[in-house]
Nanobody
Framework: QVQLVESGGGLVQAGGSLALSCAASARTFSGYDMGWFRQAPGKEREFLAAIRWSGSSTYYADSVKGRFTIDRDNAKNTVYLRMNSLKPEDTAVYYC???WGGGAWTSGLYDYWGQGTQVTVSS
């Protein structure tokens, strides 16, 4: 069982930055690929970014490429999503997720999910 706890959300003006963190409980955290997703009211969950268990590979959705960065610190059991140049359309609840075994990062087929953290971008 892996528990994931996101933090770092909040209210920011358009053009601003936020850094989200996702702390994992598992001692096997370093074996999980990690992803970030978001869901805005009335919209489907959207894949944002993923990172391989080793940190050696990342992948981004076109909507955030060049603005968001995913990275991880396996010694701290934490994955981060650093967000720059935020836009009002980035407003959503942001979730981290853990996936064992690799592959299909964008599919949403992750093994564990956090409870989410709200990000609100004002215009």
């Amino acid at each position: 069982q892996v528990q994931l706890v996101e933090s770092g959300g909040g209210l920011v003006q358009a053009g601003g930055s936020l850094a989200l963190s996702c702390a994992a409980s598992a001692r096997t955290f370093s074996g999980y690929d990690m992803g970030w997703f978001r869901q805005a009211p009335g919209k489907e969950r959207e894949f944002l970014a993923a990172i391989r268990w080793s940190g050696s590979s990342t992948y981004y959705a076109d909507s955030v490429k060049g603005r968001f960065t995913i990275d991880r610190d396996n010694a701290k059991n934490t994955v981060y999503l650093r967000m720059n140049s935020l836009k009002p359309e980035d407003t959503a609840v942001y979730y981290c997720a853990a996936k064992w075994g690799g592959g299909a990062w964008t599919s949403g087929l992750y093994d564990y999910w956090g409870q989410g953290t709200q990000v609100t971008v004002s215009s």
